[in-house]
């Protein structure tokens, strides 16, 4: 069974800081993908990283898959009370199945 | 555009009875997929349709939970003899290149 370990799973920053979530496993995916979620909602994707060592910059987002494909890493500089939520990574192997990671809930204080 | 749709929002049932949840896909994805998430936590994998294969059961909990896709398009999740621990949010999505557009979800409470 493939596992997808996010850390932090909470986090409760002021707005301004910058914060790391992790999205690590012991699995090699083909593609990795992260979304956020907001209460009441279903997630929306926010990017997909392909390549092994690729980053991707998403304002002020910055989405990392490591050279293995095994993990990557979701970097937030100067977070935002709009940046709250929780955020979901996703690895893809075999076909269109996703393996959703265990999220990483966030709050940021204005 | 329209969204992945599903219906109802919000449903509240009691334990044994059995529940039907709905889910409008994106029109032209081909694929579709169902998810369970308890208490705002990580996704669990339901099922998954792919066009007209076989759809992959695998993360069914049991033998109580079962869904269709009829004409390609819109699915039907069904919970049979509900129990407690069938509480959770069901999210359906759709999907076309490893990409997946999620609907709102079904929020289910089993008393």
């Known amino acids: 069974t493939q596992l997808l370990e996010q850390s932090p799973q909470f986090l409760s920053i002021q707005e301004g800081e910058n914060l790391t979530v992790y999205c690590n496993s012991s699995?090699?995916?083909?593609?990795l993908q992260w979304y956020r979620q907001e209460p009441g909602e279903g997630p929306v994707l926010l990017v997909t990283v392909v390549t092994g060592g690729e980053v991707k910059k998403l304002k002020r987002l910055t989405f990392q898959f490591g050279d293995a494909r095994k993990d990557s890493s979701l970097h937030i500089t100067a977070a935002q009370p709009g940046d709250t939520g929780l955020y979901l990574c996703?690895?893809?192997?075999?076909?269109?199945?996703?393996?959703f990671g265990t999220g990483t809930r966030l709050a940021v204080r204005p | 555009g329209a969204g992945v749709s599903q219906s109802p929002s919000n449903k509240v049932t009691e334990k044994g009875k059995d529940v039907e949840l709905r889910c409008d896909p994106i029109?032209?994805?081909?694929?579709l997929y169902w998810y369970r998430q308890s208490l705002g936590q990580g996704l669990e994998f339901l099922i998954y349709?792919?066009?007209?294969?076989?759809?992959?059961k695998s993360g069914l909990p049991s033998d109580r939970f079962s869904a269709e896709r009829t004409g390609g398009s819109v699915s039907t999740l069904t919970i049979q003899r509900t129990q407690q621990e069938d509480s959770a949010v069901y999210l359906c999505?759709?999907?076309?290149?490893?990409?997946?557009?999620f609907g709102p979800g079904t929020r289910l409470t089993v008393l």
């Open positions: 699995s090699v995916f083909s593609s």
């Open positions: 999505a759709s999907g076309v290149n490893n990409e997946q557009f």
């Open positions: 996703a690895g893809a192997s075999s076909g269109d199945k996703l393996t």
């Open positions: 029109s032209g994805h081909t694929a």
């Open positions: 349709f792919q066009g007209n294969s076989a759809p992959d």
